[in-house]
């Protein structure tokens, strides 16, 4: 009996290093998930009450998850809109920058011209008395 008891410890110590050495492998990892995969779907069968039942859940996730695949996608392209929206409101605030400071610069020396030009007014509205002092 002590050496039956053994010889499957054994077996089974063999069967995990197996397992190990499959799971390593890409061939083997694939074997791995597909037993996994059936193991998984049905412990599904029996918890839902049949494969009708497993299936119709089966559906209602994948329903599920092409929505959440669909909204994300939606949120991806509005946040692609809503950045597109930024760089073009960062453009036009540049450009009105850009339009108020040639505006400044144009008020600036048209009011410089516009003081020197009245200045020269009162100066030559002054020239003759100033002559006529000088003259006479």
Do not use: C, H
């Amino acid at each position: 009996m002590a050496a039956a008891a053994l010889s499957v410890r054994g077996l089974a110590t063999a069967l995990v290093v197996l397992r190990g050495a499959l799971i390593r492998t890409g061939i083997g990892a694939l074997i791995v998930g597909a037993g996994e995969l059936v193991y998984q779907f049905t412990r599904l069968v029996s918890g839902a009450g049949g494969f009708g039942a497993a299936m119709s859940l089966l559906k209602d996730l994948a329903v599920e998850v092409w929505e959440r695949i669909r909204m994300g996608a939606a949120a991806a392209g509005a946040a692609a809109t809503a950045m597109f929206f930024d760089l073009k409101a960062d453009a036009a605030s540049g450009m009105q920058s850009a339009i108020e400071s040639v505006v400044a610069f144009g008020n600036t020396a048209a009011n410089t011209f516009e003081g020197a030009y009245e200045a020269i007014k009162a100066i030559w509205g002054m020239l003759p008395a100033a002559i006529g002092d000088l003259a006479f």
